[in-house]
């Protein structure tokens, strides 16, 4: 009797919490008036500023026109000009990519005859201000200082909406230019033609990071067309249509009846037609309004309470660059092209790309399952369908095109993350052959790996860290066998999956590249050396960042260091070293550094979270909190590194509310410091996990005691399956931290 009184007590106590918390955020401030999408804009986030709905076809967003790794989107913070605005933008990518179908209001007639890919030698740019420019969850804004003419942008699912506002009496024009290329991108074949006075039409071929990119496009105006000056690989072009590598045409409309163009565009990897399909009506308020509503219910999956309000922005900032990428690829019909130019269809759910796995398969795909499960499932079966191409699934999926950037396999993570967290929607069979099949062919040093047991550096560069992740790949894929019943399976990917312990070296506490005949150690060595790509045993870092990639064996990996105490030495030592990089081609990707920490590039994420396996919990606690405190802010400099389509993000989002998956296909999730008084996960309309921290302060950074549902609770991690269940996990907070809390803990399942 007194267990289910308790239950009663528990039951009204979670749900009078969730009402009042419901009515007290419904009486405050709307959640994206927290969100800020110039933070990442500056220096190395690159991320960018414009509008987008969550996990969106389109990101129309401005262009600076600059070829350089800080703009990878497409923009930067530091730039005051403008070229045009794009239909397409990686958010935080470190290869610059995309940028496709440049449009740019001007109030004069120009000279589109130059074909550089310098903006210096464009004759339409505009200078703006960051004081006339803003940009929120599915708006952005920019006045165009040389043109006189205010720039709107909003966008649906499938279709991007401008809104031009031109100066009383000028010429009211639009520039459209398809040859234009950032960074890696190069137009290879363009076309452009007026369909009729309202309409354009077209297509914009070119490779680059996706080496086989095809974007066709519709635009609707709200006015005629009075006049067009169409241009092709420099040549002036009489007809209404154009074709060639780089094409453009400036259109003109007539300037009586108002100071306004609208505009509608859709585009599609398949066909005109099916950009036409995606074409959606409305107006523009309207759809601004909805993009802002679909906003709100995305960013309240999760709610906060705190009386900082920077911590919120930071927060809801977070949340919504973590739910920008993946990007819609299926158009409304479901077809979507593949790299080899197959038209297929997604029947039964959306398609997905812009998968950069390498990134996400640590927190941000971890968040989704908690936030978008149904996105989760709909991913993988996009992993599935791109897997058909060469029978190996992804490693890193841009505009549908396999660019095989960074290492190792990391959708089996994801695949295995899912299944076993209850995610349903895809063939589990078929899921397992691929991952099976993907992990026994012999690409990308899979050979070695298979022959050697690990992969010898003199064979291949970046030896360490592919040895490490195939090894956590193996991992993950005798999980999912076990789970099914394949024994043997089970065995084989389980002993592979033990490849990490044949690059330790018990002399100097550091994964090292090895010999072929397994007797040396790659020498010289120094752990600081970074060498970028190239001739290195390591990922862009060292072997400070790249020697605690065992997620999968934490306690194994301890005692190869000689137990805990010399393992959690070495770990407060990461922290406290000197930050000084050595070698002549350092990778720009380590920044963000506390000590040889690198929290600006995704190796490090894990690593203040295994203290919580060596009994000194309360080490990974001060050390959370010490990164959410150091690495972000609400500038536009507000990240440490590159966003990597939400990863970074992911990683504050999780960790800011306590919890963080160290081990993704574990399905547990480690305990760290919550930052918030109350933090709110809505598992479904009528469930929430929620997660207290008493006292919690900027001082107060460590956990005194614990209490899941009323009962005490002294583990460091928790189970996504308890969090399914609701209920809510209470902590105290103190600033010394407990010393016996969460010692020598049995995980929970």
């Known amino acids: 009797m007194k267990n289910i009184l308790l239950l009663f007590w528990l039951g009204a106590f979670a749900f009078g919490c969730s009402k009042s918390t419901d009515k007290n955020i419904t009486n405050s401030k709307s959640l994206i008036s927290f969100v800020d999408p110039f933070i990442g804009t500056g220096g190395h986030g690159h991320t960018y500023p414009g509008a987008t709905v969550p996990f969106g076809m389109l990101q129309v967003s401005p262009v600076n026109g600059i070829s350089k790794w800080d703009w990878c989107s497409g923009y930067h913070y530091s730039d005051s000009i403008v070229i045009g605005f794009s239909h397409l933008s990686l958010s935080g990518t470190g290869i610059g990519d995309l940028a496709d179908v440049l449009f740019m209001p001007v109030n004069k007639e120009v000279d589109l005859s130059s074909t550089s890919s310098s903006r210096d030698s464009l004759t339409y740019t505009s200078t703006y201000s960051h004081k006339n420019e803003k940009a929120s969850p599915g708006y952005y804004q920019v006045f165009l200082e040389d043109h006189n003419v205010n720039v709107e942008l909003t966008s649906s699912l499938r279709t991007a909406f401008h809104k031009y506002t031109f100066h009383e009496n000028e010429t009211q024009s639009v520039i459209v230019n398809l040859g234009f290329g950032i960074?890696?991108?190069?137009?290879?074949?363009?076309?452009?033609?007026?369909?009729?006075?309202f309409t354009i039409s077209g297509h914009r071929f070119s490779t680059g990071w996706a080496k086989n990119q095809k974007v066709f496009f519709v635009a609707k105006f709200s006015k005629a067309i009075d006049k067009a000056n169409l241009v092709s690989d420099k040549n002036d072009v009489s007809a209404d249509a154009a074709k060639g590598v780089k094409t453009a045409a400036q259109l003109f409309f007539k300037n009586n009846a108002s100071n306004e163009l609208l505009i509608r565009v859709a585009l599609s990897s398949v066909s005109i037609e099916n950009a036409k399909e995606n074409l959606d009506n409305g107006d523009f308020e309207t759809v601004k309004k909805q993009a802002e509503k679909t906003w709100e219910e995305a960013l309240s999956k999760i709610k906060v309470e705190t009386q900082v309000d920077s911590l919120k922005t930071i927060f809801y900032t977070a949340m919504y660059h973590a739910q920008v990428a993946p990007v819609t690829f299926s158009d409304k019909n479901g077809q979507f092209r593949k790299e080899?130019?197959?038209?297929?269809?997604?029947?039964?759910?959306?398609?997905?790309?812009?998968?950069?796995?390498?990134?996400?398969?640590?927190?941000?795909?971890?968040?989704?399952?908690?936030?978008?499960?149904?996105?989760?499932?709909?991913?993988?079966?996009?992993?599935?369908?791109?897997?058909?191409?060469?029978?190996?699934?992804?490693?890193?999926?841009?505009?549908?095109?396999?660019?095989?950037?960074?290492?190792?396999?990391?959708?089996?993570?994801?695949?295995?993350?899912?299944?076993?967290?209850?995610?349903?929607?895809?063939?589990?069979?078929?899921?397992?052959?691929?991952?099976?099949?993907?992990?026994?062919?012999?690409?990308?040093?899979?050979?070695?790996?298979?022959?050697?047991?690990?992969?010898?550096?003199?064979?291949?560069?970046?030896?360490?860290?592919?040895?490490?992740?195939?090894?956590?790949?193996?991992?993950?894929?005798?999980?999912?066998?076990?789970?099914?019943?394949?024994?043997?399976?089970?065995?084989?990917?389980?002993?592979?999956?033990?490849?990490?312990?044949?690059?330790?070296?018990?002399?100097?506490?550091?994964?090292?590249?090895?010999?072929?005949?397994?007797?040396?150690?790659?020498?010289?060595?120094?752990?600081?050396?970074?060498?970028?790509?190239?001739?290195?045993?390591?990922?862009?870092?060292?072997?400070?960042?790249?020697?605690?990639?065992?997620?999968?064996?934490?306690?194994?990996?301890?005692?190869?260091?000689?137990?805990?105490?010399?393992?959690?030495?070495?770990?407060?030592?990461?922290?406290?070293?000197?930050?000084?990089?050595?070698?002549?081609?350092?990778?720009?990707?380590?920044?963000?550094?506390?000590?040889?920490?690198?929290?600006?590039?995704?190796?490090?994420?894990?690593?203040?979270?295994?203290?919580?396996d060596a009994n000194k919990p309360w080490r990974t606690q001060y050390w959370t909190r010490?990164?959410?405190?150091?690495?972000?802010?609400?500038?536009?400099?507000?990240?440490?590194?590159?966003?990597?389509?939400?990863?970074?993000?992911?990683?504050?989002?999780?960790?800011?509310?306590?919890?963080?998956?160290?081990?993704?296909?574990?399905?547990?999730?480690?305990?760290?410091?919550?930052?918030?008084?109350?933090?709110?996960?809505?598992?479904?309309?009528?469930?929430?996990?929620?997660?207290?921290?008493?006292?919690?302060?900027?001082?107060?950074?460590?956990?005194?005691?614990?209490?899941?549902?009323?009962?005490?609770?002294?583990?460091?991690?928790?189970?996504?399956?308890?969090?399914?269940?609701?209920?809510?996990?209470?902590?105290?907070?103190g600033d010394l931290p407990n010393k016996s809390w969460g010692i020598n803990r049995n995980k929970q399942n």
């Open 183 to 197: 960074n890696w991108d190069k137009a290879t074949n363009t076309a452009l033609q007026i369909e009729d006075e």
């Open 340 to 612: 080899n130019d197959s038209i297929v269809v997604a029947e039964g759910y959306t398609a997905y790309s812009t998968l950069s796995l390498w990134d996400t398969f640590r927190a941000e795909q971890p968040l989704l399952t908690l936030v978008a499960p149904d996105k989760v499932s709909d991913i993988i079966n996009s992993m599935l369908e791109y897997y058909k191409t060469k029978n190996i699934l992804p490693v890193w999926t841009l505009y549908g095109n396999e660019t095989n950037t960074m290492t190792g396999y990391h959708s089996v993570s994801v695949i295995v993350e899912a299944y076993l967290k209850g995610i349903k929607g895809f063939n589990v069979e078929k899921a397992y052959h691929a991952m099976k099949t993907t992990m026994m062919q012999d690409e990308r040093g899979l050979d070695l790996y298979k022959k050697h047991g690990y992969i010898p550096y003199n064979l291949l560069d970046e030896s360490v860290t592919i040895t490490l992740e195939y090894a956590y790949n193996d991992w993950c894929v005798s999980q999912m066998a076990k789970a099914l019943g394949k024994e043997d399976d089970y065995k084989f990917f389980l002993n592979r999956s033990k490849a990490y312990q044949y690059l330790f070296d018990a002399e100097t506490g550091f994964m090292r590249g090895k010999t072929e005949d397994g007797k040396s150690w790659n020498e010289p060595f120094d752990p600081k050396y970074s060498n970028h790509r190239l001739h290195t045993d390591y990922t862009e870092g060292n072997a400070w960042q790249h020697s605690w990639f065992v997620p999968h064996d934490v306690e194994k990996l301890a005692s190869l260091h000689g137990g805990n105490e010399v393992f959690t030495n070495r770990l407060e030592q990461l922290f406290t070293e000197s930050s000084e990089i050595t070698g002549t081609n350092v990778s720009a990707d380590i920044t963000g550094l506390i000590g040889q920490y690198a929290h600006g590039n995704e190796p490090s994420h894990h690593i203040a979270y295994m203290f919580n």
């Open 626 to 733: 010490h990164i959410m405190d150091t690495q972000y802010n609400t500038t536009p400099n507000g990240l440490s590194g590159n966003e990597d389509c939400g990863q970074m993000s992911a990683w504050y989002v999780l960790s800011s509310v306590g919890l963080y998956p160290m081990n993704p296909a574990s399905t547990m999730y480690e305990i760290g410091s919550p930052i918030f008084e109350k933090s709110i996960i809505y598992i479904s309309e009528d469930k929430a996990f929620v997660i207290e921290a008493e006292k919690v302060s900027s001082k107060n950074i460590y956990i005194q005691s614990a209490l899941l549902n009323g009962k005490p609770f002294n583990q460091t991690s928790i189970s996504h399956k308890t969090l399914l269940k609701g209920g809510i996990l209470h902590f105290v907070m």
